[in-house]
């Protein structure tokens, strides 16, 4: 695996020059720029934290939307900064932040402005430089959504084919990792999977008249991603995950679908390049790893982000996603929205799909809405069926802004717990397992939150079981709202 190291990094570029951002108040402070580099704090705690509990809790995020000679329009569209805290036995928690040096960013930071198409902001190139690429698109590689691994080596991502590599301990960027196999992929999910063997697993997108999912493997220390299997279609969904059993990945086809010739040829930002198409409905694909071969279930037509789960139970394949009904989800996450505090007006809700042999439709379970970012038990996503989900929770009647509470669900049982501190906001729950447990919720949840009185991030730690708060970690820093966390022990 080839390692291609950026430019000497810079310094951070918040300074005088810097335009003051849209104001915003209370919780809302956490989609503003203004974040810092800091290489070492001793963070306080109120309350008591598990003996046990060490190692790193890594965060991913935008950070900075607002550059002297331009912004970003879209959550998903600032520039990344990973963050680590670290915790160690019979001593306080420390702190480090770092902006993630991609070739978005050094460009972008040299040029005071966007230097690349993001999610929601256009390309900044003239229709002359376009065609230099002809074909073949530039691409960001702003790694603002997830952290993974290939083997021991860490990678963050976004919905670009681009991998960046970085130290999980300095949170220094490593550069980019390149490939030789010609697989032709322009877009890619941003949730890879890794498996027991340190396989990173993810699945891209070639686009053309017909466009191709394409599920590949990468090996640890490899630098060609191995296609297992591809399903062709006329239009791919938006594809921000899949999901896996051990003998399978789940694809979902959405109905937000992509327009090939825009990416190819315009300077649209990602996703002006995918129209609503609710007439087709939606797919999930379901790919061997043994094999390749594929089989196709219609579901009712919607978006999805994330997989609380996927498993097999007997001859049936069980997928549970956290959907939506429209891509009204999209818009509500602009900024100017978000830091005005409106309502976010959309609800997340968990679905079962069951996918029977035999047949070509999926039978469909509705758990309720109010929750999205979710997670399981590490030992059993794509491995085993999980009993026990968690993720940032909304109230089901409509009366949250934005995710305000943690939610704890029996998947069985439909029983359910919260946590939820009063004027917050709380974002995903990171479940860490307490060594030597055997039960499946025997750990804490870190969550990031931020509280209108609040003068920076808090990090709850939650019991995981009874969802009682044993301590709350204070960071140096508001910690601008990212998406995913990483456990780095």
């Not at 995950?241 to 990602?270: C, D, K, N, V």
């Not at 995981?464 to 970690?473: G, I, K, Q, R």
Request: with cysteine; net charge negative.
């Amino acid at each position: 695996m080839s390692v291609i190291l950026p430019a000497a990094s810079t310094s951070s570029p918040l300074g005088s020059s810097t335009p003051t951002p849209t104001p915003a108040r209370g919780r809302w402070r956490g989609f503003l720029s203004g974040a810092r580099e800091i290489d070492d704090a001793a963070l306080q705690v109120q309350g008591r934290l598990p003996d046990w509990l060490r190692g790193g809790l890594l965060l991913n995020g935008p950070a900075l939307w607002d550059l002297p000679r331009g912004s970003y329009r879209h959550w998903f569209d600032g520039l990344a900064m990973l963050h680590r805290i670290e915790f160690a036995p019979e001593a306080a928690p420390r702190y480090r932040s770092r902006f993630a040096r991609s070739q978005d960013y050094l460009e972008s930071i040299a040029a005071g402005a966007p230097a690349y198409s993001a999610f929601d902001t256009r390309d900044p190139e003239t229709l002359l430089q376009r065609l230099r690429h002809f074909g073949k698109p530039r691409s960001t590689d702003n790694p603002a959504v997830v952290m993974s691994r290939v083997g021991a080596q860490w990678i963050a991502t976004t919905e670009s084919p681009h991998l960046l590599a970085f130290d999980p301990l300095s949170l220094a960027s490593e550069g980019r990792l390149e490939f030789d196999d010609g697989l032709g992929i322009q877009i890619m999910g941003a949730h890879g999977i890794t498996d027991a063997e340190g396989n990173y697993w993810n699945v891209g997108i070639t686009l053309g008249p017909k466009c191709i999912y394409k599920l590949f493997r990468l090996r640890p220390g490899g630098h060609r991603r191995e296609l297992v299997g591809s399903v062709r279609v006329a239009k791919a969904g938006y594809t921000h995950a899949f999901a896996m059993t051990p003998g399978h990945a789940l694809i979902w086809e959405t109905a937000l679908r992509a327009q090939p010739l825009g990416f190819l040829f315009t300077g649209r930002s990602y996703i002006e390049n995918f129209r609503w198409d609710p007439a087709h409905g939606s797919v999930l694909h379901a790919v061997s790893l043994a094999d390749g071969s594929v089989r196709s279930w219609d579901i009712p037509p919607m978006l999805a982000f994330h997989p609380v789960q996927a498993y097999q139970d007997g001859a049936d394949l069980v997928a549970e996603l956290c959907c939506f009904d429209d891509a009204g989800i999209i818009d509500a996450l602009q900024l100017t929205r978000l830091r005005a505090g409106e309502p976010l007006g959309q609800m997340p809700r968990l679905r079962r799909y069951r996918l029977r042999q035999g047949h070509g439709e999926a039978l469909v379970e509705d758990f309720g809405g109010g929750l999205d970012l979710p997670q399981v038990h590490p030992e059993r996503f794509g491995r085993a069926r999980a009993g026990i989900c968690w993720g940032s929770g909304l109230d089901a009647a409509g009366a949250s802004r934005f995710f305000d509470r943690t939610l704890r669900l029996d998947l069985e049982r439909r029983e359910q717990r919260s946590w939820q501190r009063p004027d917050a906001i709380q974002l995903e729950p990171l479940f860490v397992p307490r060594p030597g447990g055997t039960e499946e919720d025997d750990g804490v949840l870190l969550v990031p939150t931020l509280a209108d009185a609040d003068d920076t991030t808090r990090i709850g730690v939650v019991d995981a079981h009874s969802m009682e708060c044993l301590a709350l970690v204070q960071a140096p820093q508001v910690i601008p709202f990212g998406f995913h966390a990483a456990w780095a022990g």
